[in-house]
């Protein structure tokens, strides 16, 4: 009986050292993962305008795809990145036909879709934007592996230099989490790129 209490105690021992190892190693793979991760890093796009707004259509780091509407991006932030952009754009230019897909593809499902939804099938949107915005660069103030945050820099004609936040998250793509109305950020004016990684047609 004490031999087989030794031997199941030397297994337990063996499974927790183990385990240990295996978690440590993990642990170092993740830390290396995200040492290796670069948040200031610039993609390397193609810029077109699309409906007017000039916009980053292509890169290593995605869209993949462009049909019906761009998916496919990258699990990095420089993906992320793509992802913000680019949703920010098809959400301000989509006509009547290709929005509900800008709704089911390129955002997350939520209350802030829904609502973001329900208004849009009150418009009608067509042809290209008057004085469009200028995209100027992006930091990233969150990242990890489920989640994102790329605030966005943008120039905007009789108003200036702006920042917005723009909140993605991982699911099977980068996908943008819209807020509710009652949670929507503002826009906030800023005098300079300071911090900002510069990223423009």
Same mark, same amino acid.
Not at 9 to 23: Q, W
Not at 114 to 123: K, M, T, V
Not at 148 to 159: F, G, I, K
């Given at each position: 009986?004490?031999?087989?209490?030794?031997?199941?105690?030397?297994?337990?021992?063996?499974?927790?050292?183990?385990?240990?190892?295996?978690?440590?190693?993990?642990?170092?793979?993740?830390?290396?993962?995200?040492?290796?991760?670069?948040?200031?890093?610039?993609?390397?796009?193609?810029?077109?305008?699309?409906?007017?707004?000039?916009?980053?259509?292509?890169? @290593?780091?995605?869209? =993949?795809?462009?049909?019906? +509407?761009?998916?496919?991006? !990258?699990?990095?932030? %420089? #993906?992320?990145? /793509?992802?913000?952009?680019?949703?920010?754009?098809?959400?301000? @230019?989509?006509?009547? =036909?290709?929005?509900?897909? +800008?709704?089911?593809?390129? !955002?997350?499902?939520? %209350? #802030?879709?829904? /609502?973001?939804?329900?208004?849009?099938?009150?418009?009608?949107?067509?042809?290209?934007?008057?004085?469009?915005?200028?995209?100027?660069?992006?930091?990233?103030?969150?990242?990890?592996?489920?989640?994102?945050?790329?605030?966005?820099?943008?120039?905007?004609?009789?108003?200036?230099?702006?920042?917005?936040?723009?909140?993605?998250?991982?699911?099977?793509?980068?996908?943008?989490?819209?807020?509710?109305?009652?949670?929507?950020?503002?826009?906030?004016?800023?005098?300079?790129?300071?911090?900002?990684?510069?990223?423009?047609?």
């Amino acid at each position: 009986m004490k031999k087989t209490l030794i031997a199941i105690a030397m297994a337990t021992g063996l499974c927790v050292i183990t385990a240990c190892s295996s978690a440590e190693e993990e642990q170092s793979v993740e830390t290396q993962a995200e040492e290796s991760v670069d948040l200031a890093k610039a993609p390397d796009a193609s810029w077109e305008e699309v409906a007017g707004i000039p916009a980053p259509v292509d890169s @290593t780091d995605g869209p =993949e795809n462009s049909t019906p +509407v761009p998916h496919g991006y !990258t699990h990095t932030p %420089q #993906g992320a990145v /793509q992802a913000a952009i680019l949703g920010q754009v098809w959400m301000a @230019t989509a006509d009547d =036909e290709t929005w509900p897909e +800008v709704s089911s593809i390129m !955002t997350a499902p939520g %209350q #802030g879709r829904d /609502q973001w939804a329900q208004g849009r099938s009150l418009i009608t949107v067509s042809g290209e934007v008057d004085n469009p915005p200028q995209f100027k660069g992006f930091y990233i103030s969150d990242y990890d592996e489920n989640n994102a945050q790329v605030v966005l820099a943008t120039e905007y004609p009789d108003v200036g230099l702006t920042a917005y936040p723009v909140q993605l998250t991982w699911q099977d793509d980068w996908k943008l989490v819209l807020p509710t109305l009652d949670t929507a950020p503002d826009l906030e004016e800023i005098e300079s790129l300071d911090g900002f990684t510069p990223f423009e047609a």
